[in-house]
């Protein structure tokens, strides 16, 4: 991030965390409380931030860099699911249901990332209503474009055999 000295004070956080589609219909008191329990993490480019498999309790929010999305296909080789950017975020499955990472997280470039744990996101939900709502929002948006994603290449399979 552009200016920042070593740590981001909370009304930058802030402005962060409501770029961030999950969060981007919130009140201010309700950013205030996210921003307020974001910590933050700095990555170099290369480095694995949550590794496929592994336990995972935390939401990252990428305030700056490049992330890749990978998931092991066969031993030793991996495929991009997706490319992750600024205002985007990654981790969010692990918050809910407490299963091993479905994919990895590799920085694509220098990042600098807002973390938030699962026990205290847990506590924000349960005292704001809006927060959950609005990731139920999100979690549907994505789970759409994934259906229409597979819908869309299982027909373009199927045209192809013809």
């Known amino acids: 991030m ?3 000295g070593n740590e981001a004070s909370l009304v930058e956080k802030l402005l962060h965390v409501r770029g961030i589609p999950m969060f ?8 205030v409380a996210v921003a307020h329990i974001a910590s933050e993490r700095r990555c170099q480019k290369g480095e694995v931030v949550v590794r496929e498999g592994e336990e995972g309790d935390v939401l990252y929010l990428v305030m700056k860099g490049e992330m890749s999305v990978l998931k092991a296909v066969a031993p030793g080789r991996e ?3 997706a490319k992750i950017g600024a205002s985007d975020f990654f981790g969010e499955m692990a ?9 990895s997280v590799r920085a694509d470039t220098e990042a600098h990332l807002l973390k938030i744990e699962a026990g205290a996101f847990t ?17 549907s948006q994505r789970t759409r474009a994934l259906h229409e994603k597979i819908q869309s290449s299982r027909f373009g399979v199927e045209r192809a055999k013809l």
């Open 79 to 81: 495929a991009t699911l």
């Open 24 to 31: 981007a219909r919130l009140r201010v008191r309700e950013l």
């Open 123 to 139: 506590r924000i939900m349960e005292l704001y209503p809006p927060i959950p709502m609005n990731i139920c929002r999100v979690f």
């Open 95 to 103: 918050l809910f249901d407490r299963e091993p990472r479905s994919a």
């Open 2 to 4: 552009e200016g920042l």
